[in-house]
């Protein structure tokens, strides 16, 4: 009887050991695998898409050669707003194309290569900053993105510039500062900067970071140059015109 007993409670041990093992190593364990969903394609919702399909619509309109073509978020986009008259006095005697769409995190615009930005385009430089958009937060205050998301996620847009432009020279721009001052976001955005930093190889990619330039002394960014601590106004797209022109000279002249 006392073997019986010893029997039951080691095939009872056994059963919740095996159980245990089952619930550790089945569901829990396929919960922790992380996907990126910044390099993973996906469309824009909602009246942005007027936007999205605008940007599309105007390289089927007008394909073929193009000195520039710009491509990032809303704040690319507001080359055609508060960035207007810096455009004209930049880029007006240049063949120039803006592919800037607000909100756009580094997923929706490789949706959009994936839909045809990028067909029948051939631009000496592309001009490329963004990501801002993958550093905010959910509503619950947690990170939409690791600070690896977003570089994977930056860097594959530059891999298929590469690969659907060939020719085409890439200059990544660091992502802005924004917030008024010191905060953890500005913090990620330089960290992940100085990644993309090493994606420079001087011949067919060129990183470019002024963000400084918008940063005043005490760490804040300036209302006069960044009204909303974020997007630029005509005074900070002049910044990011003249930052850039000596380095687009030197890549539209070939060298």
Do not use: C
């Not at 990544?172 to 500062?177: E, S, V, Y």
């Amino acid at each position: 009887m006392k073997n019986k007993k010893i029997i039951l409670v080691v095939a009872l041990l056994a059963a919740v050991q095996l159980h245990s093992f089952a619930q550790t190593n089945t569901p829990a364990a396929a919960a922790e695998v992380h996907k990126n969903f910044a390099i993973v394609p996906v469309p824009r919702t909602g009246s942005i898409t007027n936007r999205q399909t605008q940007v599309l619509q105007r390289a089927k309109d007008a394909p073929g050669d193009y000195d520039l073509e710009f491509i990032g978020d809303s704040i690319t986009q507001g080359w055609e707003g508060s960035g207007k008259n810096v455009w004209a006095e930049y880029y007006s005697k240049l063949k120039a194309i803006n592919f800037g769409v607000s909100g756009d995190g580094t997923q929706h615009v490789l949706w959009r290569f994936e839909n045809g930005q990028l067909d029948g385009i051939k631009a000496k430089v592309a001009i490329v900053m963004i990501g801002t958009n993958n550093s905010n937060k959910n509503k619950d205050g947690t990170d939409s993105y690791t600070d690896n998301d977003i570089l994977e996620g930056v860097t594959a847009i530059v891999q298929q510039i590469r690969t659907r432009q060939p020719d085409t020279k890439v200059l990544l721009l660091g992502i802005f500062p924004r917030a008024k001052t010191f905060n953890p976001q500005r913090g990620r955005l330089l960290e992940i900067n100085q990644v993309l930093a090493k994606l420079d190889d001087g011949q067919h990619i060129f990183f470019l970071d002024f963000g400084s330039q918008y940063v005043e002394n005490d760490g804040s960014i300036s209302k006069s140059i960044m009204p909303d601590a974020l997007h630029p106004n005509e005074a900070g797209y002049k910044i990011w015109a003249a930052a850039m022109e000596p380095k687009l000279k030197e890549l539209l002249a070939g060298k």
